[in-house]
């Protein structure tokens, strides 16, 4: 039998109970990632993208509903019991959630931070031996080890989105999915928290999921990047392709939005688009991206194309896809 994959995210579907009815916010994904690679998920907010990365870790809030396969090591979280979950958090994979500033705990220092989740999680292991580690953590990230004693309002955004990176590696994870880690961050911050991430994959072989909305900086990172709309992938495909030649219609926009890397722009919703991500509660029907496609035929508003191949080593859900070329 082949080794399971790090992670292989298997027809993921994660449906709110809301007070309007049941929101789809996440409509059958796929998602594979390898050791030493850096997976990419892009896409506008309200796309499913944190829906899809708490999936993952079961941290859906109460109400909200997840089904589908979440293979992590060939294991299916989605059907772990307590104990194991447990387990398998922080040790076998860690989430860094986007701003950091309301992810730590104010009143708690930097160090009590990282110590805790190896307090909790590897027994035998001593408060020194912890704090030590915690130090060495902290170094590793950036941050000086005599932080460890601060309070997370004494450090920098980028300080504290490294703290962040460091307790996700605590319990030495394969796994770290980071969901928009450098959002808030200006831009030569971001640079350096991408390099620190990417330096982490390469030396300790992390399998890395990386969530944004700037395909820019995702092409820049990521070995394979998926585009999400509406709750599905709707592209997927080598980083730097995906990003110079998208051939979804939705992709291409969003490689447009975005056109340099590092863009001061790239803080801002893609421009060039027209309207607005489509309620979850309420799709059109076809293919939810018809209203805004400027390549939209009479078919799209009728079929709902599902991912296909479209290229070696590239799928895409299009009716244009395999029949005939999108229009530039
Ligand atoms: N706790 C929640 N309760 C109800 N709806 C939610 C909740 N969290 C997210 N949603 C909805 O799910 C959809 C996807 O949200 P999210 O996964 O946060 O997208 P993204 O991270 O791409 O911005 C959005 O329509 C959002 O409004
Ligand atoms: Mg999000």
């Not at 993921?12 to 409509?27: I, K």
């Not at 460091?166 to 971001?190: F, K, R, Y």
């Not at 110079?244 to 890397?261: E, K």
């Amino acid at each position: 039998m082949s080794t399971p994959k790090l992670l292989e995210v298997e027809d993921l579907r994660v449906t709110y109970r809301t007070a309007g009815g049941d929101l789809p916010a996440v409509r059958g994904v796929h998602l594979t990632v390898d050791k030493g690679q850096t997976l990419g998920v892009a896409g506008e907010s309200g796309c499913g993208k944190t829906s899809v990365a708490s999936a993952i870790l079961r941290l859906l809030p109460p109400g909200a509903r997840a089904t589908g396969r979440v293979l992590l090591q060939g294991e299916d979280v989605l059907a772990m019991n307590w104990g194991r979950l447990r387990a398998v958090r922080w040790s076998a994979a860690a989430i860094v959630f986007q701003g950091a500033m309301h992810a730590l705990n104010p009143v708690r220092t930097i160090g009590r931070q990282i110590v805790e989740p190896i307090l909790l999680h590897e027994r035998g292991v001593g408060a020194r031996a912890a704090r030590k580690r915690a130090a060495g953590l902290l170094e590793q990230v950036g941050v000086p080890s005599w932080r460890l004693r601060s309070y997370p309002h004494e450090l920098s955004g980028g300080q504290r989105q490294r703290v962040m990176i460091a307790m996700a590696l605590a319990c030495a994870p394969d796994l770290i999915i980071a969901d928009e880690p450098t959002t808030a961050l200006d831009v030569m911050v971001q640079a350096q928290v991408l390099d620190l991430l990417r330096g982490l994959v390469r030396e300790r072989g992390l399998g890395l999921v990386l969530i944004s909305h700037d395909l820019a900086v995702l092409a820049d990172v990521c070995d394979r990047v998926a585009v999400m709309y509406a709750g599905r992938v709707v592209e997927e495909g080598p980083g730097h392709r995906l990003f110079t030649d998208a051939v979804h219609p939705y992709a291409r926009a969003l490689a447009a939005a975005f056109p340099t890397i590092g863009d001061p722009a790239s803080r801002l919703a893609p421009h060039g688009l027209p309207g607005d991500p489509p309620d979850p509660r309420g799709l059109p029907t076809g293919c939810p991206f018809h209203p805004r496609c400027a390549a939209a035929v009479e078919r799209c508003r009728t079929e709902d194309v599902l991912l296909r191949p479209a290229a070696p080593d590239r799928s895409a859900a299009c009716v244009h896809i395999g029949t005939e070329a999108v229009a530039p």
